[in-house]
């Protein structure tokens, strides 16, 4: 699989927020648990998302300790991005 | 020797929540996008004297009135919401359906694996010449396990049963059966207390799971995201493997049912899956998700609906608690 720029899994991770691009800034020092649209459904979307770009899946026990969005990246495996 | 569906029915409880019911008693919940992402408007829940077995009842006489009740000779009774430990939920519905007493009756605990555990068995049953004319009753009510706080299980889970009528035929209606386990899983999707390992436990201490949902240890837990992953990993599988044991191709089948588990997660995994829209049944906005009773109320709605018809080849896989899973292609 290739590689991803963060700016793009920004933008996917957005779109899995259904956060509007233009809306709202989300940066690597984000704490997800701080956006108002981070819930138990939106959980499910950003799963939908790992797996669809990354064939993965992220144990549940690690996506509880997940804070921002570089903590996120760095469950999904640095190794995955450029 | 072959079987076939020749019957189903079902039945829901009368006592309806709505989303707008939900959005009052929870308020950052919004029914406008419980609707749009997880597909459900409304669910039907027991009242507190109402019981699995009582909605099993319903949807067994229901099936009755079509269905000479003295032709049945083996009556398999799926629930995980049993009446008591013992006996069996099924001896009870032998006697309270008039079945005759010379048949088998027994209860068996799956959740949204249920029904095509149930159709493997009744298959065999028959193949076997154990039986030949089966009553399959798959009853839920996780309602009755699910704390009232807690938002996300409330929102997902309604209650219902469904009842089949499973003969022999000419033709093979049922096809091969790929059927799997893996109790590995086994604490995502569980009731805690209330078993012989933790009994009961009235002063067991609320649990916040950190989005706003509370449950104690006496009621229903799910790790969803935990089953989001196993379905991701496992629903493929199971598509794929029964294709190959049926010597078929997605192409070549006219439909597909799976458990109806809500609409974002089916909804992806008919993409990963490539499974064209319009043979993939997605309804759960009057139901929601009904565990063992979703598999029998879509091949019902969808041939009233005529979505399906007579001839038609339809995939059915059920996925979950357990973790346990199978699927089947049956001919309508």
Known sequence: MEKMKTEDF????????????????????TNLKDLEEYDSLSVLSII?????????????????????VSSLIESIGKEHFE | MSVKIVKIEYYLPETIITNND?????????????????????RHIVKEDETALDLALEAGKKILKIYDKDRIDFLLFCTQSPEYYLPSGACILQDRLGLKTNIGALDYNLGCSGFIYGLAMAKSLIISKIATNILLITSETYTKHIHSKDKSNRTIF????????????KNEQIGEFVLGTDGSGYKNLIVPNGGLRNRYDINSKEIDDDSGSLRTDNNLYMNGPEIFNFTIDAVPKVVSE???????????????????????????????????????????????????????????DALGNKLIKKGDKVLLVGFGVGYSWGGTIITI
């Open chain 1, 48 to 68: 939908a998302m790992i797996d669809k770009n990354f064939g993965k899946q992220i144990p549940s026990s690690d996506f509880s300790k997940v804070t921002t």
């Open chain 1, 10 to 29: 920004i933008n996917e991770l957005k779109d899995a927020l259904e956060i509007k691009v233009e809306d709202q800034k989300v940066t690597l020092e």
């Open chain 2, 242 to 300: 029964t294709l190959g044991k049926n010597n078929t191709i997605l192409e070549n089948l006219d439909y597909v049912i799976f458990h109806q588990a809500n609409k974002y997660m089916n909804e992806y995994l008919r993409e990963k899956i490539n499974i064209p829209k319009e043979k993939f049944y997605l309804n759960l906005l009057h139901t929601g998700n009904t565990v063992s009773a979703t598999i029998p109320i879509a091949i019902k």
């Open chain 2, 158 to 169: 309604g209650d219902a049963a469904a009842a089949v009528i499973i003969e022999k035929s």
């Open chain 2, 22 to 42: 939900l959005e009052k008693q929870f308020i950052d919940w919004s029914s406008e996008k419980i609707e749009k992402k997880i597909g459900i408007k409304e």
